[in-house]
């Protein structure tokens, strides 16, 4: 069963740091691209970042950039998000997601843009808040 657990969320004040986990089971990871997302209330779910199967390229949205670092360990099943210098507006539950079978040989590697239709196989969730 294919299955991706986040976890790593919590309350941080601004400018301070938090590393989210993403665990993966029932799949080969070394073989898939995976993408975190973000969702506030009341907002739709929003890309913040993508990294090929192989950790070499990794892609951010403009709000993050420069901040969110995205890392992977294929031997361990986990990919990792590190948030540094947060921001109110980072408060979201993060999700992480892999791309659907469909995608054929594209399964490795980021999209251009990241909708969250391109992914799937969402976990629960993580809550982030950043707050003083």
């Known amino acids: 069963q294919v299955q991706l657990v986040e976890s790593g969320g919590g309350l941080v004040q601004p400018g301070g740091s938090l590393r989210l986990s993403c665990a993966a089971s029932g799949f080969t990871l070394d073989d898939y691209a995976i993408a975190w997302f973000r969702q506030a209330p009341g907002k739709e779910r929003e890309g913040v970042s993508c990294i090929n199967n192989s950790g070499r390229t990794s892609y951010y949205t403009d709000s993050v950039e420069g901040r969110f670092t995205m890392a992977r360990d294929n031997a361990k099943n986990t990919v990792y998000l590190q948030m540094n210098n947060v921001k109110p507006e980072d408060t979201a539950v993060y999700y992480c997601?892999?791309?659907?079978?469909?995608?054929?040989?594209?399964?490795?590697?980021?999209?251009?843009?990241?909708?969250?239709?391109?992914?799937?196989?969402w976990g629960q969730g993580t809550q982030v808040t950043v707050s003083s």
């Open positions: 997601g892999k791309p659907p079978e469909e995608k054929g040989p594209y399964k490795p590697y980021c999209p251009r843009s990241l909708l969250p239709g391109d992914f799937g196989s």
